[in-house]
C-alpha cells in the first residue's frame, strides 16, 4: 500500500537516532583505548597524571607530610631572632620626652630606713621568720552561759535546741606565749649587720612602726580514737568573736587594708583578737589557763584551799571587771554612769574552771548578759553582715551596749564583794602567799614585754573525749602590696596580706570530764556486819555528781547487785521558785560485790572497804567495770567535784 504524504526522514527517524547513538558508543569505547584519555594535567602544565599513577603520588605526599610532622624533622621556616627593647627601654627611662635638657632624676625616699635615707632599688630585704608559740597549756569548763546571751550571739542559739533546758556548756581554752621582742629585732633589722650584708631594715612606714600586728590566731586540734591522733580539725573563732578571718580568705584591696590595719592600731580590737573574752555565764567560772588560780599544795588543810581559791577567783573577777570598764569607756560609757542595780551574784560553784565554790546555787536564775567574746572596735559584738564577715562595731556608741557594759560591771562588783566577804570569814594563815593579791597587772591592755599570752576557745569538744591543740600566729606582712619596692626573687612576698609563724608543739592531752561522775565510796561483800539486810548479796555506796544549770550536784546512794545507781531528784527551791527535777541516772547496774584478799591493803572487811564492785553500763554497752573503794575514795578529780559542791548534798 502506498503512503502518501509521508517523507523518507519521517519514516526512518528512529533508525537514524539509534545509529547515531551506536556510532557514538562505539567512538567513546575506541578513544578509551587509545592514547590517556584520562589523565589530569600537573600544577604548573608540567606534564599530566595517569589514573594509575594517582595512588603512588598520594602516598608519597602522605609521607613527606607525617616527616614534616615529626618533632625530630628541621624547620622549614627559619624565624629570626627578636630584636631585644629591654636594653633600648631602660636607656630611654631617664631621659625626658621632650627635646630640650632635663636635670638629672632624683629618687626621694618615701619611706626612709632607720639610717635615715633610701638605700634605693635592688635591695633585698630580710624576710622576718616568725617564731612559733610556745608554752601550750589547755583547761577544759563548765558552766552555764547568763541569760541573755544566746539573744546577743544567735548563732549559740543551735547549740541550745531544747529551750526548756539549762545553758550548760562545756568548752576548752588554749593557751600559749608569743615572743613579740624575737618579731621587734627581725622587723627592725636589729639582727642583721647593715654594714657587712646588702640588706635592708624593713621601712617602719610599711607596717606603721607596730610589728606586732596580729591579724588572726589559729588553732588546731586533734582527737584521740583507739590510740592513735587524728581527725584535725581548725577552730572556727566563737559566735560573736571579733575577726578578719572572713577577709583573709578573699581578695584584699588597699582600702580593706588601711582600714584592717587601722583597727589593729586600737588595743581594744587587738586583744579581741588575741585574747578574746568567753560569755557571760552563771558563775563567771572562765579564768586564760595562762592567770589560771595557783596549784594547791599538797596536804594542804580543806580550809587553807579554799582561801587560795577565793583569792584566785577575786582576782580573776577584778581584772574582768578592767576589761569591761574599757570597753566602757571605748563606747563613751563612764563607770560613774553605772547606776544600774546589779545583778544578784552567783551563789553556787561552777564545774571545772570555777574558782570559788560557794554552795549549790539556785538552779534557773542566771546573771545578766553583759562584755563577752566577739568585741568590736567598741567593745560590742562585731556586726555580721551577708559576706559573713565585717569588722566594725554593731554598737559603738549604742546606749543599749553601754547599758550591758554597766549591767556586768555592776553584776561582777557584787560577785568580788561576796567573795571578799567569804574570805574574810575564814581565818587564813598568815603563811600562805599565793602570790595573787593586789590588783592585776595590767592584762588588760597589749603588753609591751618580750611576750606575750594568746589563746582562744573551743565550743565544740565533746564530753569523755580527749584532745589536744597547737596553735599558729599570723600577722600583718609589711611586703604586702609593695611588689614595686621589691627586687626580683621577692616579689612574691607581696601576695600574702599576712605571714605565718611556725606552727607550735602540741599540748599534753586533754581529758574532757562528762557531766556525770561516778564514784564507789564503800562497799562491803557478802557476810559482812554492814552488809545486814542485803539478803546476803552485800551493799554498796556509790556517789553520783551531776553538774546541772551551773551547778555541781552531788546524791548518795545505796546499792546492791541488782540495783540501778541513781535515779531522778526532785528539790524545792527557796522563795517559792518551781521545784527542780535532776536526773542523777548514770545506766549502772551493780552485778556483784566481790571480796577483796589482798592482805597488803589493809582495813579488813569490817572497815567497809575491803570489797572491789562490778559494774555494767547498760547505755553503752561497755565492758565490764570493776571498782575499787580505797582506789575511788583518794580520786584527785572526786575530790575537786566534792569541795565545788560541798554546801549542797554531798
Request: one cysteine or more.
Amino acid at each position: 500500500m502506498k503512503t502518501k504524504g509521508i517523507t523518507i526522514w519521517e519514516l526512518h527517524a528512529e533508525r537514524i537516532v539509534l545509529g547515531l547513538a551506536a556510532a557514538l558508543l562505539v567512538l567513546f569505547t575506541a578513544m578509551q583505548f587509545t592514547g590517556e584519555p584520562n589523565a589530569v594535567p600537573k600544577p604548573q602544565g608540567t606534564g599530566v597524571i595517569a589514573p594509575d599513577e594517582i595512588d603512588a603520588l598520594l602516598q608519597a605526599e602522605a609521607e613527606r607530610l607525617l616527616e614534616r610532622l615529626d618533632e625530630a624533622s628541621p624547620p622549614q621556616i627559619e624565624l629570626p631572632d627578636p630584636v631585644p627593647a629591654l636594653d633600648y627601654l631602660l636607656a630611654r627611662f631617664d631621659r625626658p620626652v621632650y627635646p630640650q635638657p632635663a636635670l638629672p632624676q632624683f629618687h626621694v625616699a618615701v619611706a626612709p630606713d632607720i639610717r635615715g635615707f633610701e638605700r634605693g632599688r635592688g635591695v633585698e630585704f630580710p624576710v622576718p621568720q616568725v617564731k612559733a608559740p610556745y608554752q601550750v597549756v589547755v583547761k577544759s569548763y563548765s558552766d552555764a552561759l547568763a541569760d541573755g546571751v544566746l539573744s546577743e550571739h544567735v548563732d549559740l542559739q543551735q547549740q541550745f535546741p531544747d529551750p526548756s533546758q539549762p545553758l550548760d556548756i562545756t568548752f576548752v581554752t588554749a593557751a600559749a606565749r608569743f615572743s613579740v621582742a624575737d618579731l621587734r629585732r627581725q622587723f627592725r633589722g636589729e639582727h642583721i649587720d647593715l654594714d657587712a650584708e646588702e640588706k635592708a631594715a624593713i621601712p617602719a612606714s610599711w607596717y606603721k612602726d607596730r610589728p606586732e600586728n596580729i591579724v588572726d590566731v589559729v588553732i588546731e586540734r586533734q582527737q584521740l580514737v583507739d590510740a592513735h591522733w587524728t581527725n584535725i580539725t581548725t577552730l572556727d573563732p566563737i559566735p560573736g568573736q571579733f575577726t578578719f578571718r572572713p577577709q583573709l580568705g578573699e581578695g584584699i584591696g588597699a582600702a580593706v587594708r588601711d582600714q584592717v590595719i587601722e583597727q589593729l592600731g586600737d588595743p581594744i580590737v587587738q586583744l579581741d583578737i588575741i585574747r578574746p573574752e568567753f560569755y557571760p555565764t552563771k558563775n563567771e567560772g572562765w579564768s586564760p589557763p595562762a592567770l589560771d588560780e595557783p596549784e594547791i599544795p599538797e596536804g594542804l588543810a580543806p580550809k587553807d584551799e579554799e582561801v587560795l581559791r577565793i583569792k584566785s577567783a577575786i582576782v580573776r573577777f577584778k581584772e574582768k571587771r578592767k576589761r569591761l570598764i574599757e570597753r566602757l569607756e571605748k563606747l563613751g560609757g563612764t563607770i560613774e554612769g553605772c547606776d544600774e542595780g546589779p545583778a544578784e551574784p552567783p551563789k553556787g560553784g561552777s564545774g571545772d574552771g570555777d574558782g570559788p565554790s560557794g554552795g549549790r546555787g539556785t538552779p534557773g536564775r542566771r546573771g545578766a548578759p553583759g562584755s563577752g567574746g566577739g568585741m568590736g572596735p567598741g567593745g560590742g559584738p562585731v556586726r555580721r553582715d551577708k559576706g559573713g564577715g565585717g569588722y566594725g562595731s554593731a554598737d559603738k556608741g549604742d546606749e543599749a551596749a553601754i547599758r550591758r557594759r554597766c549591767k556586768e560591771i555592776n553584776r561582777l562588783e557584787k560577785i568580788i564583794t561576796a567573795r571578799e566577804e567569804q574570805l574574810s570569814r575564814l581565818s587564813a594563815p598568815s603563811e600562805i602567799d599565793d602570790g595573787t593579791s593586789g590588783e592585776p597587772d595590767g592584762q588588760s591592755t597589749p603588753p609591751q614585754d618580750d611576750e606575750i599570752t594568746i589563746w582562744g576557745h573551743d565550743l565544740t569538744v565533746e564530753p569523755s573525749k580527749t584532745y589536744r591543740y597547737r596553735l599558729t600566729v599570723k600577722i600583718y606582712n609589711p611586703f604586702f602590696g609593695k611588689k614595686r619596692s621589691l627586687v626580683e626573687q621577692q616579689q612574691d612576698l607581696a601576695e600574702s596580706f599576712t605571714l605565718s609563724s611556725a606552727v607550735s608543739e602540741w599540748s599534753d592531752p586533754l581529758h574532757v570530764s562528762p557531766p556525770l561522775r561516778v564514784f564507789i565510796t564503800k562497799a562491803t561483800p557478802a557476810g559482812g556486819r554492814a552488809a545486814a539486810g542485803t539478803l546476803g548479796l552485800g551493799r554498796a555506796i556509790a556517789e553520783v555528781y551531776r553538774f546541772y544549770d551551773g551547778d555541781q550536784w552531788v546524791e548518795t546512794f545505796r546499792v546492791q547487785p541488782g540495783d540501778y545507781i541513781g535515779t531522778v531528784k526532785e528539790y524545792r527551791m527557796p522563795d517559792g521558785e518551781e521545784p527542780v527535777r535532776i536526773d542523777f541516772s548514770t545506766g549502772l547496774v551493780v552485778l556483784d560485790i566481790v571480796e577483796d584478799i589482798d592482805p597488803g591493803r589493809g582495813g579488813g572487811l569490817e572497815a567497809g572497804r575491803a570489797a572491789k564492785v562490778l559494774l555494767q553500763d547498760l547505755r553503752t554497752g561497755e565492758i565490764l567495770q570493776l571498782r575499787d573503794p580505797q582506789v575511788e575514795i583518794l580520786n584527785p578529780d572526786r575530790r575537786r567535784l566534792k569541795q565545788r559542791a560541798k554546801s549542797g548534798r554531798a
